[in-house]
């Protein structure tokens, strides 16, 4: 059976990628990834009862605690507050290129021929979540694999809007309990960063109940 890596996070985005995935056919490897956010212990407990509900080959857990260490983000960055909800914080340097960077060599090792990404669309505010970025990254895996063939990194949210992805889980039936958009807390949503405010809205829009707690 061909198989395919989840960037998996814990939350809606990357459970519909996973459910795609699987559509498609291939035996599902998640890799997550400790990467000093400040949600992480959600996070991690997400992504393990996911790894139940897909029923996944393995699931591994990467520590890159190194990244979140270098700061300027509303998302790893005790400094920064949650109040402090500018959109633009929500920008962790590089992360995303970092995460693709552990699936390659992962998927190097058990021969995977595909990554799949839950980011969504535009405007975004990470570069490094772009089609663009994506079309790049698929030429430089080309040349910069040795022992898996023909590895495609795939975002089939790519041009999904929140609204779209709560839609597609809904449809796939992936239990929203499990999943969490906060980046400012763990603990309980603090409904006010970017994340928070896109979620809370397409719920309602869809008139599905979110089942996760608001601290407001
Ligand atoms: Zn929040």
């Known amino acids: 059976m061909k198989k395919a890596i989840i960037a998996l996070s814990g939350g809606i985005d990357s459970a519909v990628a996973a459910a795609i995935a699987k559509k498609d056919g291939y035996e599902l ?52 507050k949650e109040g402090d909800s500018a959109d633009d914080l929500i920008y962790v340097p590089n992360r995303n290129s970092c995460i693709i960077s552990a699936c390659v060599a992962w998927a190097e090792v058990i021969e995977a021929e595909a990554i799949y990404t839950g980011s969504e669309a535009g405007p975004w505010i990470c570069p490094d979540n772009s089609p663009e970025y994506y079309e790049r990254v698929n030429d430089l895996v080309s040349i910069s694999t040795k022992l898996t063939k023909n590895l495609k990194v795939i975002a089939p949210c790519n041009y999904n809007k929140k609204i779209d992805d709560i839609r597609l889980a809904h449809e796939f039936g992936i239990p929203f309990e499990y999943t969490w958009t906060c980046v400012a807390r763990g603990d309980k949503a603090c409904g006010k960063c970017e994340p928070c405010r896109g979620r809370r809205e397409a719920f309602k829009k869809l008139g599905i109940e979110d089942p996760i707690e608001y601290d407001n």
Do not use: C, P
């Open 29 to 80: 490897y998640f890799l997550t990834v400790n990467y000093g956010q400040k949600n992480v212990k959600r996070e991690l407990a997400n992504s393990k009862k996911l790894a139940k509900f897909f029923n996944v080959k393995e699931h591994k857990i990467i520590d890159m605690k190194w990244l979140g260490s270098l700061g300027r983000s509303l998302i790893t960055d005790g400094d920064i």
